[in-house]
């Protein structure tokens, strides 16, 4: 079956410029979380979505950072007037309804350059 | 503040032995542990999971196993292959949907 789908997958932009990145869940997945990958760092929480719940934005970085998950499906993931640091490769990842026994299922990632 | 920790970057290993690779945590509320396994430019991938009732688990050539006393797990592939040469994620989470990542160690296995 059809896996966890992100686009761009690759996304060049100057500073100072807004980006969208686009996740497409596992079908019948509940949980959507994203995670950024800097260079030469783990993976940083950003943001889970579970159902109708109100999501978790504890890691966003910045208030230039926002999410929205429409319809219990696609996510897209805003960054504001992008700075050099937002430089990382942005993945999303879903699942069933978290407990134990389940896992992330994670997309390709899309990885953002801002020159 | 590091909760899942992976303190070896890189790690270099003769096809047909034995990999081992490490990760300690810090939060002893973690009770569900995982490894993932990336290859370049796709996402990571679900390798094996233990559940902190138990102190070992195997799938195959993975085996992880996992020190509740000294905050300690650990993934052994045994014989390691040129295929797994990839990068090296664990993962902890305390019974919520919030999954710690480490930083990651780099496997290289040689012909």
């Known amino acids: 079956g059809a896996g966890v789908s992100q686009s761009p997958s690759n996304k060049v932009t100057e500073k100072g410029k807004d980006v969208e990145l686009r996740c497409d869940p596992i079908s019948g997945h509940t949980a959507l979380y994203w995670y950024r990958q800097s260079l030469g760092q783990g993976l940083e929480f950003l943001i889970y979505f579970q159902g109708n719940s109100a999501p978790d934005k504890s890691g966003l970085p910045s208030d230039r950072f926002s999410a929205e998950r429409t319809g219990g499906s696609v996510s897209t993931l805003t960054i504001q007037r992008t700075q050099q640091e937002d430089s990382a490769v942005y993945l999303c990842?879903?699942?069933?309804?978290?407990?134990?026994?389940?896992?992330?299922?994670f997309g390709n990632g899309t990885r953002l350059t801002v020159t | 503040d590091q909760q899942v920790k992976q303190n070896s970057p890189s790690l270099s290993v003769q096809e047909g032995r034995i990999s081992i690779l490490n990760c300690d945590y810090t939060?002893?509320?973690?009770?569900?542990f995982l490894w993932y396994k990336k290859y370049p430019a796709e996402g990571p991938t679900f390798l094996i999971s233990i559940s902190s009732i138990k102190d070992k688990n195997e799938d195959g050539r993975f085996t992880v196993f996992l020190n509740k006393s000294a905050k300690h797990l650990s993934l052994h592939i045994v014989p390691s292959q040129p295929g797994d040469s990839a990068v090296y994620f664990c993962?902890?989470?305390?019974?919520?949907?919030?999954?710690?990542f480490g930083t990651g160690t780099r496997l290289k296995v040689l012909a």
């Open positions: 990842a879903s699942s069933p309804a978290p407990g134990q026994g389940t896992y992330l299922h």
């Open positions: 939060n002893s509320m973690f009770d569900y």
């Open positions: 993962a902890a989470t305390a019974g919520t949907y919030k999954y710690i």
